[in-house]
Nanobody, 124 residues
Framework: QVQLEESGGGSVQAGGSLTLSCLVHGNVFSKPPIGWFRHTPGKDREFLASITYDAKDTLIADSVKGRFSISRETAGDTVDLQMNNLKPEDSGFYYC?????????????????WGQGTQVTVSS
């Protein structure tokens, strides 16, 4: 089983940018598909983006399309979520997770391993 560690959260003004990173630890032979989710109080965990193990395919949620992108470095150990033109409603805790199969869809219950999260605060 892999372990995931998020970093890069912080505070930013509206219109600014942040890049979150997800470091994948554990089984060096496993490069699981990775998804990014956001959780805000009172709401369900929201899917944002995902990327396959080989970085050939990505999926971006309509709610953040055009502002967020996802990438994976060649070795597959780090998955970044680039967030541009941030809005106050983007504030929340951001998590990366490893999908249990080859295609990382948007359902949170299909992800087995989760990081501890990193907080993003966007001020107006």
């Amino acid at each position: 089983q892999v372990q995931l560690e998020e970093s890069g959260g912080g505070s930013v003004q509206a219109g600014g940018s942040l890049t979150l990173s997800c470091l994948v630890h554990g089984n060096v032979f496993s490069k699981p598909p990775i998804g990014w989710f956001r959780h805000t109080p009172g709401k369900d965990r929201e899917f944002l983006a995902s990327i396959t193990y080989d970085a050939k395919d990505t999926l971006i949620a309509d709610s953040v399309k055009g502002r967020f992108s996802i990438s994976r470095e060649t070795a597959g150990d780090t998955v970044d979520l680039q967030m541009n033109n941030l809005k106050p409603e983007d504030s929340g805790f951001y998590y990366c997770a490893a999908h249990r199969s080859l295609w990382p869809g948007p359902r949170a219950d299909e992800y087995d391993s989760w990081g501890q999260g990193t907080q993003v605060t966007v001020s107006s």
